[in-house]
């Protein structure tokens, strides 16, 4: 018995070192349903399987139903500028333009990115808006556009904007048609004043403050000659006076003495003329040729409102009357504005939209703050619905012209309308008196 046990011991100490010396054979697989019992080390086990470089992880994408704009590093953010900066009317133009170069000036970088302007000329015609705003859209580069000038223009201009998916802001677009519901284009907004406003604040003045009771409108066709005239004379009715004439004359006439013989024959006791320089000044200058107009009260619009206009009419243009926005503005960034204007330019300014182009690009520029995607290398991606968004929610930004907020069809002004007389070679605001 002994020596069974003996065997049996010797055996299994043989076992033992057999096991010891067999490291070389595999081991046993475990079964499929059972995790592996070996652990992998804590910094191996924390990682993904496939980790993203992270250039890659935060790459921009543009979901953005209208596109977008990239910005790349070093790049200046570019918008667009149209405005008539050439022919009769360009002081109306170039005081905007300065108003928008100022803009950028004060503002100088977005988002890292330095700001540049491409200027174009819309030439304050149905024809200058469509040639400019063609081909702004054709720069994909350009992030959105301040203008038209003139309500002629923007007309055009404002579907070409829109149909490429891109935005634009006006500064001095005044006809009602450009904001009507049913007219209106999605991409287009303003900071000028809508004329329902400017022409019953003449009709008011008319009758409350200078006791007219019959009263004659001349247009030339325009959208805002002819909207800002049509506002006026229901206005004016509305308020008890009485329309003897509403008529129309070629913005380009060379002869209105027949038209002002008309007008007179229906015995106006004031005439108002809403139209541009080259119009304005010959009827202001034919009316004082007419016998039967002597005494009879002449008065224009903002379209006018510039030395231009005072150079062409001399003095038969005193005493008149000019309806647009109210430029007592009491701010210090408007005095400042006027000091950079001054130094910048060497001149006063020189029509009354200046610090409505201010307020417009600023505007835009907050616009694309708000809604730039910005890469970590300093890339942005500016989607044009999301700019559209941004712009048409607009609410309470503090501007020059006073606090600007937008509704649904693009009327963002703070509209203040004040009457201004000729009175030597300045206009000098006489309504309402503050």
């Known amino acids: 018995m002994k020596r069974h046990i003996l065997l049996l011991l010797t055996a299994f100490v043989l076992a033992l070192a057999l096991a010891a010396c067999g490291g070389s054979e595999p081991a046993a697989e475990a079964p499929a349903d059972e995790a592996p019992t070996a652990e992998?080390?804590?910094d191996e086990a924390q990682a993904p399987a496939e980790e993203a470089p992270a250039e890659e992880s935060a790459e921009l994408a543009c979901t953005d139903e209208l596109g977008c704009v990239e910005v790349a590093p070093g790049d200046p953010i570019r918008i667009a500028s149209s405005l008539v900066v050439s022919g009769p009317n360009t002081e109306l133009g170039l005081d905007s333009q300065y108003g928008v170069e100022i803009a950028l000036d004060f503002r100088e970088e977005v988002l890292g990115h330095s700001l540049e302007l491409q200027p174009e000329d819309d030439g304050c015609s149905a024809e200058g808006g469509q040639t400019s705003a063609t081909k702004i859209v054709s720069d994909p580069s350009i992030v959105a556009m301040v203008g038209t000038s003139c309500s002629g223009a923007g007309v055009p201009a404002a579907k070409i904007i829109t149909d490429a998916g891109y935005s634009m802001v006006s500064p001095s677009n005044t006809s009602p048609a450009l904001t009507d519901p049913e007219l209106h284009e999605a991409g287009y907004l303003r900071t000028a004043h809508n004329d329902n406003i400017q022409g019953r604040a003449m009709a008011e003045f008319a009758i409350n403050?200078?006791?007219?009771?019959?009263?004659?409108?001349?247009?030339?066709?325009?959208?805002?000659?002819?909207?800002?005239?049509?506002?006026?004379?229901?206005?004016?009715?509305?308020?008890?006076?009485?329309?003897?004439?509403?008529?129309?004359?070629?913005?380009?006439?060379?002869?209105?003495?027949?038209?002002?013989?008309?007008?007179?024959?229906?015995?106006?006791?004031?005439?108002?003329?809403?139209?541009?320089?080259?119009?304005?000044?010959?009827?202001?200058?034919?009316?004082?040729?007419?016998?039967?107009?002597?005494?009879?009260?002449?008065?224009?619009?903002?379209?006018?409102?510039?030395?231009s206009f005072l150079e062409a009419s001399g003095s038969d243009a005193e005493g008149m009357y000019v309806s647009g926005p109210?430029?007592?503005?009491?701010?210090?960034?408007?005095?400042?504005?006027?000091?950079?204007?001054?130094?910048?330019?060497?001149t006063e300014p020189t029509a009354p939209f200046h610090a409505h182009a201010f307020?417009?690009?600023?505007?835009?520029?907050?616009?694309?703050?708000?809604?730039?995607?910005?890469?970590?290398?300093?890339?942005?991606?500016?989607?044009?619905?999301?700019?559209?968004?941004?712009?048409?929610?607009?609410?309470?930004?503090?501007?020059?012209?006073?606090?600007?907020?937008?509704?649904?069809?693009?009327?963002?002004?703070?509209?203040?309308?004040?009457?201004?007389?000729?009175?030597?070679?300045?206009?000098?605001?006489?309504?309402?008196?503050n």
């Open 359 to 433: 307020d417009a690009t600023n505007m835009i520029l907050d616009a694309i703050e708000a809604v730039a995607q910005q890469g970590p290398d300093g890339t942005l991606l500016i989607g044009r619905q999301a700019l559209r968004d941004a712009l048409f929610a607009t609410s309470g930004m503090d501007g020059i012209t006073g606090t600007i907020t937008c509704d649904e069809n693009g009327d963002c002004a703070d509209p203040k309308i004040a009457v201004s007389q000729v009175q030597g070679e300045d206009f000098v605001p006489i309504w309402p008196q």
């Open 209 to 307: 403050e200078l006791g007219v009771t019959k009263a004659a409108a001349i247009h030339d066709g325009d959208p805002y000659t002819e909207g800002l005239a049509s506002v006026f004379a229901a206005a004016f009715e509305e308020l008890g006076g009485e329309i003897v004439a509403f008529e129309a004359e070629a913005a380009d006439a060379t002869n209105v003495e027949p038209l002002l013989t008309t007008v007179a024959a229906a015995g106006p006791e004031m005439i108002y003329y809403p139209v541009f320089i080259p119009l304005g000044s010959l009827l202001t200058k034919t009316a004082k040729e007419i016998d039967a107009l002597d005494g009879v009260i002449l008065a224009g619009a903002d379209g006018i409102q510039s030395p």
């Open 326 to 346: 109210d430029l007592g503005f009491e701010n210090e960034l408007y005095n400042t504005f006027l000091d950079t204007y001054m130094e910048k330019y060497g």
């Open 40 to 42: 992998a080390p804590a």
